[in-house]
């Protein structure tokens, strides 16, 4: 572990930083005991939102904090990734769904992966 | 133990973590028994695969792996679109 060239962060940083990373890495692990567990799709739909919110606020929250305690200025830029991320999970994962739906309906009709419609309109 | 042994031994306990986190999403890929369930498992992989790169950058204290992090988040979401749109209709740009 490279030791960073700026003075390192008071002890109460290091500290709720260490906290935050764990508490990330926590959920996003237990997201992922879900995802290889679970059985039906729709179960396994929920894992990535676990990790997009939960672990991804905890770890960019504690980003934020070591960089502001490291440089002593705020460092705002964890919140571009945050936003970004929150604002595409939902569509990703509603796309998803619909793609399980339309899959199943496909396949209860009994037709076969070639035979699709060649335009939705 | 100081605080900064404890943020470093803490940094590198959520990297085992995360890249564990990445291995089950790796073994959800190949188990999943349809395509969806595969394109699930890999939106799940970037996202750790990104969290893991902030960490990386919180462990040797420096800024540059965020906009590395930022680009994964970007192509992970376009890929996934792309991906969930081919199951949906045979094809990504119509």
Do not use: C
């Not at chain 1, 935050?20 to 237990?30: D, P, Q, R």
């Not at chain 1, 990535?48 to 919110?53: E, Q, R």
């Not at chain 1, 934020?64 to 999970?89: C, N, Q």
């Not at chain 2, 990297?15 to 595969?38: E, K, W």
């Amino acid at each position: 572990m490279s030791a960073p060239a700026l003075a390192p962060p008071p002890d109460w940083a290091a500290l709720a930083t260490a906290a935050l990373l764990l508490i990330g890495a926590a959920a996003t692990l237990v997201a992922a005991v879900g995802l290889a567990r679970w059985n039906s799709f729709f179960e396994r739909a929920h894992a990535p939102g676990v990790v997009a919110t939960g672990g991804l606020f905890a770890v960019a929250l504690a980003s934020a904090l070591y960089f502001t305690a490291l440089e002593g200025r705020p460092s705002t830029h964890e919140a571009l990734l945050l936003l970004f991320v929150w604002a595409t999970t939902p569509v990703s994962l509603s796309l998803l769904a619909r793609v399980d739906v339309h899959r199943e309906r496909r396949a209860a009709r009994g037709a076969r992966d070639e035979e699709k419609p060649l335009s939705g309109a | 133990m100081s605080a900064q042994q404890i943020l470093a031994w803490s940094t590198l306990a959520a990297q085992a973590m995360l890249a564990l986190a990445m291995a089950l999403a790796v073994f959800r890929m190949i188990r999943g028994p349809r395509a969806q369930d595969r394109v699930l498992a890999f939106d799940k992989l970037y996202l750790v695969a990104m969290l893991l790169i902030l960490t990386e950058g919180i462990a040797r204290g420096t800024k540059l792996y965020f906009e590395a992090a930022l680009i994964v988040a970007l192509l992970g979401f376009v890929s996934t679109v792309a991906m969930a749109r081919f199951l949906l209709r045979g094809e990504v740009i119509e």
